[in-house]
Nanobody, 124 residues
Framework: QVQLVESGGGLVQTGGSLRLSCAVS????????MGWFRQAPGKEREFVAA????????YNSDSVKGRFTISRDNAKNTVYLQMNSLLPEDTAVYYC?????????????????WGQGTQVTVSS
């Protein structure tokens, strides 16, 4: 079993920054591609960013490209999401996820394990 625990969410003003962390335990971290998703009230869960398990390749959604950066530290079993230039429309619960798919997968169904989520609120 794999456990994922997110942290780093909070309240920030428009234009501000936050860094989310997701600590992974239970299985070798390097085995998994990692992703970040978000879900706003009344909306479906949305892909944000992903990073592959081997070569570190990444993929960001168009809505966050140029503002958010995903990274991973295999020595710390942790994946990060650096969020800059935050906008009110970035307000959501952010989830990290782990999966064994190849590359930087973008679908909810590509992931086997999920964290409990952390709230990010951007005030205007």
């Amino acid at each position: 079993q794999v456990q994922l625990v997110e942290s780093g969410g909070g309240l920030v003003q428009t234009g501000g920054s936050l860094r989310l962390s997701c600590a992974v335990s239970g299985r070798p971290f390097s085995r998994y591609a990692m992703g970040w998703f978000r879900q706003a009230p009344g909306k479906e869960r949305e892909f944000v960013a992903a990073i592959s398990r081997n070569d570190g390749s990444t993929y960001n959604s168009d809505s966050v490209k140029g503002r958010f950066t995903i990274s991973r530290d295999n020595a710390k079993n942790t994946v990060y999401l650096q969020m800059n230039s935050l906008l009110p429309e970035d307000t959501a619960v952010y989830y990290c996820a782990a999966g064994t798919a190849i590359g930087a997968p973008r679908q909810v169904s590509d992931y086997n394990y999920w964290g409990q989520g952390t709230q990010v609120t951007v005030s205007s």
